[in-house]
């Protein structure tokens, strides 16, 4: 008595031999399937082409997100090149606090941004960026391992930003020079979503880093 064949058999059997619809041709337009698209049965050769067309849309799906997020790299990109050429512009290190926060604010469209420096040069003690800083912020910023983003959770830096604007989500970039934190750049906005708290942090870092350079001669 032969065995009754299981269909995963009949799925190897026909994995194993791929030459059997060119000696079966005959089959292709008598097997019918279901069609999940349109409910009806289908041969096995349109089937097939609704396999493909399925798989090609995922591709294009996937293609046209891929471009997306090249446009978006290339556009934060650019903005990062015209910040960076305004700073090469400051020459005036007193005025480099103002050419780092306002260039935020004008390159990538920040809502707000800030920053305070410690540990400064006796020229520089008296100036905005050098005033108003906690022991507990100074402790916050040399705790920070990468920078913070999410909601604004009353922190004392987010005070250092218009006092009249609802600063709903934050960016918190820790500033350091020879691995010690020296300051902190604060970006805020009004929108919750501006600064979610599972936003890539790469070009982050890499704005941190930057002003870390353009700061440094500041301090003492």
Known sequence: MTAPLDSAAVAQYLADHPQFFEEHATLLGEVKLSSPLTGRAVSLQERQMEVM???????????TGLVRHAEE????????????QQLLRTHDATAMPSAVADGLVKHFIVPQATLRLWNVAPEHAGA?????????ARLFASGL?????????????VRWLD???????????PLRASGSAFGLLVLGSNDPER????MATDFLVHIAETASTALAPLRA
């Open 128 to 136: 905005w960026f050098a005033s108003g800083v906690s022991d507990d």
């Open 53 to 63: 067309r399925a798989k090609y849309h995922a591709l294009e799906l996937r293609m």
């Open 145 to 157: 391992r990468a920078p913070y983003c999410g909601p604004n959770r009353d922190f004392e830096s």
């Open 73 to 84: 790299n290339a556009a934060i990109a650019n903005r990062f090149h015209g910040w960076t």
């Open 195 to 198: 600064f979610g708290a599972t």
């Open 163 to 173: 006092a009249a604007a609802d600063v709903r989500s934050t960016a918190l970039l």
